[in-house]
């Protein structure tokens, strides 16, 4: 089987995809960009893992018939796969491909820190190849995501490359977040389940010092490598920002682009969203004052409607820069009028600060732990503000959801921040938001009093807002980045 004319036969391996899985920007565009690819014309297929928190019945996932208990031996490993197809929700028909292994994938989490979780991910990148060549099935590229599925160009290199449908094709990972390889011990070496005459391809000089880098070998191996931001793709080249890869990147840097992520604008427009009870745009932006009015009640905040409200939705993790804001939000709420919601989890020393903020801050902080889609939308309208330090952000998603909410993002000069966000320059009144360098606590309170004083200015805070919202990131500008890789691949 293979694409019509024109279009393209496109694997996707991800593990997560929404709404089945999520816990970071992944889980986003892997249904983002399955979803525009389907509209788009072509075969693409996403494979994910079918996780014990997936709700098969109200997916209606169905089993594929020719891809039923199929066994897939690792090393002294022996399992057991089945398939279940079924229709990605809120993707346009696009269809999702899950891997059934219980003894894999039925854990409390989807990401743990077991003994064994580079083989739940290894078996997952297998048991595609497998399911493709059940199906016979012959994707022209194979688009892997993050250190999950980066064996992948390894594996299409060595046994797999040697099957009819994978002669021609190519393959492509994507670097969502470098900062997780996917490293294990060499001595786990035979869970790989390469012959020996593959293993000398393996990276060397990783094995002589005892461990696997499952990231690296995407890197080395894959026929081109993206990252989610144009600065990002510069960033991964250096010691300051490659988390040790960079060597490997510096040598492929031909192979690699990079390519900011969209907004899948069907979710995130306050003049649709579902979540919201009243919508706006940027010639009436009373909506997004009434939905402050009626979130500040919600989340039991009694600062008045005019002080200014700073939203955060964020993994708690030291990535997001969440330390600078211990000296800097204790300091600033105490001499200035200012609110704050924030929402997420991580880190415990993350979490217990917000938790502090709040009960030090009564009716001016509120902080609520976990994830909450919903909420994540009300934040993102009612805030004034949003804020977003990160130590490094590859693309980052927030800051472009903020734009067209019209929450002004004060955001520090990384990654696809750097490529979203730019800086308010009140002479020229162009920009988006409030942009600052150094990776301090200094920097970040220079920027919190700069957007303050802005918001202080009726007729600079009108423009900056509607600056934001009329910035376009949508998905089909990233979609047919991506395309263009592909057909450049192809076409040799």
């Known amino acids: 089987m293979s694409a019509a004319p024109g279009n393209l036969a496109i694997c996707l391996l991800a593990s997560e995809v929404v709404p089945l899985s999520k816990t970071g920007g992944l889980g986003d565009v892997a249904h983002a960009l ?8 072509h075969d693409v297929r996403l494979f994910t893992p079918c996780y014990a928190s997936i709700d098969r019945a109200a997916l209606a996932a169905r089993p ?29 028909g696009a269809p999702v491909f899950l891997i059934d292994c219980p003894a894999l994938y039925a854990r409390a989490s989807l990401y743990t820190s077991d003994t064994d979780e580079h083989l739940r991910f290894i078996a997952l990148t297998r048991a595609v190849l497998a399911s493709c060549a059940r199906l016979e099935w012959a994707p022209q590229i194979l688009h892997c995501n993050d250190w999950h599925t980066a064996f992948a160009p390894l ?63 995407g890197i080395l191996y894959a026929d081109a490598i993206t990252t989610v931001s144009p600065t990002h793709a510069r960033e991964i080249c250096t010691a300051q920002y490659g988390m040790g890869l960079e060597d490997s990147l510096r040598a492929r840097a031909a192979a690699l682009t990079g390519i900011l992520n969209g907004v899948d604008y069907d979710e995130w427009d306050p003049r649709r969203d579902r979540f919201l009870p009243v919508h706006y745009d940027p010639e009436h932006l009373a909506g997004k004052a009434a939905l402050k009015r009626q979130f500040l009640a919600r989340v039991g905040l009694t600062a008045a409607p005019e002080v200014p409200l700073a939203g955060i939705v964020s993994r708690l993790a030291a990535q997001k820069g969440i330390e600078l804001m211990f000296e800097t ?24 600060f917000f938790t502090k903020l709040a009960r030090s801050f009564p009716g001016r902080v509120a902080f609520q732990s976990g994830h909450d889609e919903e909420l994540s939308h009300w934040i993102e309208a009612a805030s004034d503000l949003y804020l977003m330090p990160s130590r490094y952000e590859p ?20 990654g696809g921040l750097a490529d979203s966000v730019e800086h308010y320059d009140a002479a020229s009144g162009t920009g988006t938001g409030v942009v600052f360098n150094d990776f301090d606590a200094p920097a970040l309170e220079w920027a919190l009093d700069t957007a303050l004083d802005l918001y202080a200015q009726p007729a600079h805070w009108s423009r900056l807002m509607r600056n934001g919202m009329r910035q376009d990131f949508s998905w089909q500008r990233a979609a047919a980045e991506y395309v263009g890789v592909y057909r450049r691949l192809i076409a040799g």
């Open 34 to 41: 399955a979803k525009y690819l389907h509209a788009d014309g």
């Open 64 to 92: 594929v018939a020719a891809l039923q208990q199929v066994p897939l031996e690792l090393g002294k490993h022996a399992f057991v796969f089945s398939v279940l197809e079924a229709t990605l929700p809120g993707a346009g």
């Open 155 to 217: 594996l299409l290199r060595t046994e797999y490359g040697r099957e009819a449908p994978f002669a021609a094709a190519r393959t492509v990972l994507t670097i969502h977040n470098i900062g997780y390889q996917g490293i294990f011990p060499a001595a786990e070496i035979a869970d790989l389940g390469l012959s020996p005459g593959d293993t000398p391809l393996l990276h060397q000089d990783d094995l002589r010092a005892g461990r696997i880098n499952a990231l690296r070998h």
């Open 329 to 352: 939000l204790p300091k600033v709420l105490s001499a200035r009028p200012l609110a704050l919601a924030a929402l997420g989890s991580g880190e415990a020393r993350y979490q217990q």
């Open 395 to 414: 693309c980052g998603l927030n800051q472009m959801y903020s734009l067209r909410y019209g929450t002004v993002p004060v955001v520090r000069r990384t």
